[in-house]
């Protein structure tokens, strides 16, 4: 069965640096999608980013990106420039196309002031 | 676009009472919609898929008589949790798909439904 880890529990970085969010992942098949979520306190989940597994170039949505190795299949997230607003639940997950999420446990992630 | 709308945000309710949660897609047709439960600080646990006009498709061990789940029309999904008891308490969250179109292989998600079973 597919796997989706996230190995970070919580992660704290100050306002305005930047930090990373790692994802590995476990599957046997080429044509896959990745995506991380971003869950606030309002509970609303939000796509940050998606990758498509035959794309090479690493996905970048503004402040974010992702560093993509598919033969390591590893998917980390980087959000630059932290913003307070950032601080939210970050889950990383792994979907076939036109298939179910299959979800990462989830990483805390705390902005300090 | 893209929205997904959840109705109630919060219900509280009696042991052994049935509690129905709606999920519609506000601008899009959803062809499959997906029910998941999150308990406190955890991550989601997909219960169901559901496609319009056909049974919904139950993950291992979700009890398919407690779940009812409907998905009738192309914008509305039901979620029933039948005879509800203090261990069904959680959130629940729909997400919905519309195959085939341009926003295909990305799933809109509802805000919510807390259910709080006394």
């Known amino acids: 069965a597919q796997t989706v880890t996230q190995s970070q529990p919580e992660m704290s970085v100050q306002e305005a640096e930047t930090v990373t969010l790692s994802c590995t992942y476990d599957t046997s098949e080429s044509d896959y999608y990745l995506f991380w979520y971003k869950q606030p306190p309002s509970r609303q989940m939000i796509l940050v980013i998606r990758?498509?597994?035959?794309?090479?170039q690493n996905a970048t949505e503004n402040r974010f990106s992702v560093n993509f190795q598919k033969a390591a299949k590893s998917f980390s997230l980087k959000i630059s420039d932290s913003q307070l607003g950032d601080a939210a639940m970050y889950f990383c997950a792994w979907a076939l196309p036109a298939q179910k999420l299959v979800f990462g446990q989830g990483t805390r992630l705390t902005i300090n002031p | 676009g893209a929205v997904v709308s959840q109705h109630p945000s919060r219900v509280i309710c009696k042991s052994g009472t049935s509690v129905k949660i709606e999920c519609r897609s506000l601008?899009?047709?959803?062809?499959?919609m997906f029910w998941y439960r999150q308990f406190p600080k955890q991550s989601l646990m997909l219960m169901a898929t559901s496609n319009e006009g056909s049974k919904a498709t139950y993950e291992q061990g979700v009890e398919k008589d407690k779940f009812l789940i409907n998905h009738a029309s192309l914008t509305l999904s039901t979620l029933t949790v039948t005879s509800a008891h203090p261990e069904d308490s959680s959130f629940y969250i729909c997400s919905a798909r519309s195959p085939g179109t341009s926003i295909d292989n990305e799933q809109f998600f509802g805000p919510g439904t807390r259910l709080t079973v006394l």
């Open positions: 601008d899009f047709q959803a062809t499959t």
């Open positions: 990758q498509e597994a035959y794309k090479q």
